[in-house]
């Protein structure tokens, strides 16, 4: 297998050892929500396309999940799950609406229960990340915030705009679908308004070009988003509801030029709610996945996201992400944002290493993760054949969890 990627900058400078992860707050207790969580390493939302053709779970994804969740007291987060049929716009990511795929997610998150640990479930739209092939043989609208396409060339595809009645029904399907994975046993949601899918189409200023109350104005641009997390709040309850952003991130187009203005007023109207929500998920300036997993071009590198922290000022707790290292994640919670209540969460580690909480607490070699199997499809190489550690085996008296 290849070796990990290279700390990005500017972590790699500054990832000193400031302690040891053991002794540091990393493994310290925090309250999330309704939840007391043993440690500060949540595991990322992973999008790895292991659902069937019907966008339903395989019955092998509770293994992965609860094996990950095998340090009791951790808080797993699943990869984003589509909202609506509309919104399920790529083969094999998985769904959260028929009988079938609430069945599979319950099957899931039971699984992770059963180790100790804590399950949130990542929602989301696509809009215009979908395939607009796929969505149109499936009879779905091709749409986004406006009718901008992903791409320049030839072969671009334009959205269609959504309408009033499309945005509406996108506000109920998210609260629909938070509903839905508390039915299943989901100890609350984190609403995906990140990386260019659907929320944050509406976000961006060079895809939404709207000139209704949903585009135009920062105050315009944020409404959706806004609503959305205030009416699943309202469904669900506050300290259930998590809330994603990268304010950096240029992956799929999503760049926004008044990125602070945008991000200061969105906290600003997050805490004029006076809701306790469970936390509040950030995306550094190198965990944009344009950059971090496809090679593309960095965006906004040197750009921190203290401005948010001291505008959130420990509302909730804050979960950061993007190229973190064990190193690094120390000096995040001991000097960076030593202020706040921060998690560090890793995704590639977790993937390739079920006890990765064990292994970072006790100063185990990880196992190196193989990219060219990250998205095989509906298959467990590369998914569910990383192994544990034998320190971890022999501790827990048993050839395999």
């Known amino acids: 297998m290849p070796s990990a990627d290279p700390m990005?900058?500017?972590?790699?400078?500054?990832a000193r050892d400031v302690c040891a992860p053991?002794?540091?707050?990393?493994?310290?207790?925090?309250?999330?929500?309704?939840m007391l969580l043993q440690n500060r390493v949540p595991m990322a939302p992973l999008t790895r396309m292991r659902s069937d053709e019907e966008h339903t779970p395989l019955d092998f994804m509770a293994k992965?999940?609860?094996?990950?969740?095998?340090?009791?007291?951790?808080?797993?987060?699943?990869?984003?799950?589509?909202?609506?049929?509309?919104?399920?716009?790529?083969?094999?990511i998985p769904g959260l609406v028929s009988d079938p795929?609430?069945?599979?997610?319950?099957?899931?998150?039971?699984?992770?229960?059963?180790?100790?640990?804590?399950?949130?479930?990542?929602?989301?739209?696509?809009?215009?990340?979908?395939?607009a092939d796929y969505v149109a043989k499936r009879g779905f609208p091709y749409r986004s915030s406006s009718n901008v396409p992903m791409d320049d060339g030839e072969a671009a595809v334009n959205p269609r705009a959504m309408t009033e009645e499309e945005i509406q029904g996108t506000i109920q399907a998210f609260v629909d679908t938070a509903k839905r994975?508390?039915?299943?046993?989901?100890?609350?949601?984190?609403?995906?308004?990140?990386?260019?899918?659907?929320?944050?189409?509406?976000?961006?200023?060079?895809?939404?070009?709207?000139?209704?109350?949903?585009?135009?104005?920062?105050?315009?641009?944020?409404?959706?988003?806004?609503?959305?997390?205030r009416q699943v709040a309202a469904a669900i309850g506050a300290e259930r509801t998590a809330m994603r952003f990268s304010p950096f991130a240029g992956f799929q187009g999503s760049e926004k030029g008044d990125a602070q203005e945008l991000y200061t007023y969105?906290?600003?109207?997050?805490?004029?709610?006076?809701?306790?929500?469970?936390?509040?998920?950030?995306?550094?300036?190198?965990?944009?996945?344009?950059?971090?997993?496809?090679?593309?071009?960095?965006?906004?590198?040197?750009?921190?996201?203290?401005?948010?922290?001291?505008?959130?000022?420990?509302t909730s707790p804050v979960m950061v992400a993007g190229g973190y290292k064990p190193q690094s994640a120390?000096?995040?919670?001991?000097?960076?944002?030593?202020?706040?209540?921060?998690?560090?969460?890793?995704?590639r580690l977790f993937l390739a290493n079920p006890d990765f909480v064990y292994?970072?607490?006790?100063?185990?070699?990880?196992?190196?993760?193989?990219?060219?199997?990250?998205?095989?499809?509906m298959q467990e190489e590369g998914y569910n054949d990383y192994p544990f550690s034998e320190v971890f085996l022999q501790e827990r008296g048993k050839a395999s969890p």
Request: neutral net charge; proline residues 3%.
């Open 359 to 377: 292994r970072l607490q006790h100063g185990i070699e990880f196992n190196k993760y193989n990219r060219s199997t990250f998205y095989l499809v």
């Open 266 to 314: 969105l906290i600003e109207e997050l805490k004029k709610m006076n809701l306790k929500f469970a936390y509040l998920s950030l995306v550094e300036a190198t965990g944009d996945p344009g950059a971090l997993i496809f090679g593309g071009k960095q965006h906004n590198l040197g750009k921190t996201l203290d401005f948010i922290l001291e505008a959130w000022d420990n």
């Open 22 to 34: 053991a002794e540091s707050r990393l493994f310290k207790p925090l309250k999330v929500g309704n």
């Open 8 to 14: 990005p900058e500017p972590f790699q400078a500054k």
């Open 181 to 229: 994975a508390v039915a299943a046993g989901a100890d609350g949601v984190e609403i995906h308004s990140a990386h260019g899918y659907l929320l944050d189409q509406f976000l961006s200023d060079k895809i939404n070009t709207r000139t209704d109350k949903w585009g135009g104005s920062i105050e315009n641009r944020a409404r959706l988003p806004l609503e959305v997390i």
């Open 330 to 347: 120390v000096w995040a919670v001991e000097e960076h944002y030593k202020k706040w209540d921060v998690m560090v969460a890793f995704g």
């Open 64 to 92: 992965y999940y609860g094996d990950r969740a095998s340090v009791p007291g951790t808080l797993i987060i699943s990869e984003a799950t589509a909202i609506s049929h509309n919104e399920e716009g790529q083969p094999n």
């Open 101 to 131: 795929q609430a069945e599979a997610w319950r099957k899931i998150i039971e699984a992770v229960h059963a180790k100790g640990s804590f399950f949130f479930q990542q929602i989301w739209g696509v809009g215009r990340a979908a395939q």
